[in-house]
T-cell receptor
Framework: SQQGEEDPQALSIQEGENATMNCSYK?????LQWYRQNSGRGLVHLIL?????REKHSGRLRVTLDTSKKSSSLLITASRAADTASYFC???????????FGTGTRLTIIP | GAVVSQHPSRVICKSGTSVKIECRSL??????MFWYRQFPKQSLMLMAT?????????EQGVEKDKFLINHASLTLSTLTVTSAHPEDSSFYIC?????????????FGDGTRLSIL
């Protein structure tokens, strides 16, 4: 399966600043999902945005989706040290629950 | 919420050993589970789809005789890495999708770190 691209690959910011990560994908989608992975752990689901939605919020997280550009962004506001993790976008290109993951962004929050 | 448990969390063994990894859905039945592999600092790559009561379907390039999958019940899938070699060392993660409406996320186990000496 073809992976999506995420940028930046790595991002280091000071605690309290906002972090923005971008994801591009290649096929049409029903929805796009964002996951967080702490080092050496499994994935934790953050937000799912449907193809007919343009923006979605959950606490300090804001996700946008532009299907015309096949891209999505994840914004984390007022970052905390505990937000340090890798973040992945994922799509289900064929509607069969098989997820295709982006390359991921490693986010480091500096206290 | 839906919970997926994976065991063991870490395995270190000698080359040639076969290793079994379990993935359980704790509070829902999963007719389908997924196995992923993740190399250091890389993304997750889907290896295979585990289907309850039938054969697993493997992604291109994944050897089915190397990675044996059994999904004998609605809450348990196992991945056996047969005759493991150092190149099989990786992080293996399973996921399952609770039944019900569309647009629901996958739930992931905590992963198994496999190290072959």
């Amino acid at each position: 399966s073809q992976q999506g691209e995420e940028d930046p690959q790595a991002l280091s910011i000071q605690e309290g600043e906002n972090a923005t990560m971008n994801c591009s994908y290649k096929t049409s989608i029903n929805n796009l999902q964002w996951y967080r992975q702490n080092s050496g752990r499994g994935l934790v689901h953050l937000i799912l945005i449907r193809s007919n939605e343009r923006e979605k919020h959950s606490g300090r997280l804001r996700v946008t989706l532009d299907t015309s550009k096949k891209s999505s962004s994840l914004l984390i506001t007022a970052s905390r040290a505990a937000d340090t993790a890798s973040y992945f976008c994922a799509t289900d290109p064929f509607g069969n629950e098989k997820l295709t993951f982006g390359t991921g962004t490693r986010l480091t929050i500096i206290p | 919420g839906a919970v997926v448990s994976q065991h063991p969390s870490r395995v270190i063994c000698k080359s040639g050993t076969s290793v079994k990894i379990e993935c359980r859905s704790l509070d829902f039945q999963a007719t389908t589970m997924f196995w992923y592999r993740q190399f250091p600092k890389q993304s997750l790559m889907l290896m295979a789809t585990s289907n309850e009561g039938s054969k697993a379907t493997y992604e291109q390039g994944v050897e089915k005789d190397k990675f044996l999958i059994n999904h004998a019940s609605l809450t348990l899938s196992t991945l056996t890495v047969t005759s493991a070699h150092p190149e099989d060392s990786s992080f293996y993660i399973c996921s399952a999708h609770p039944p019900g409406a569309d647009h629901q996320p996958q739930h992931f186990g905590d992963g198994t770190r496999l190290s072959i000496l």
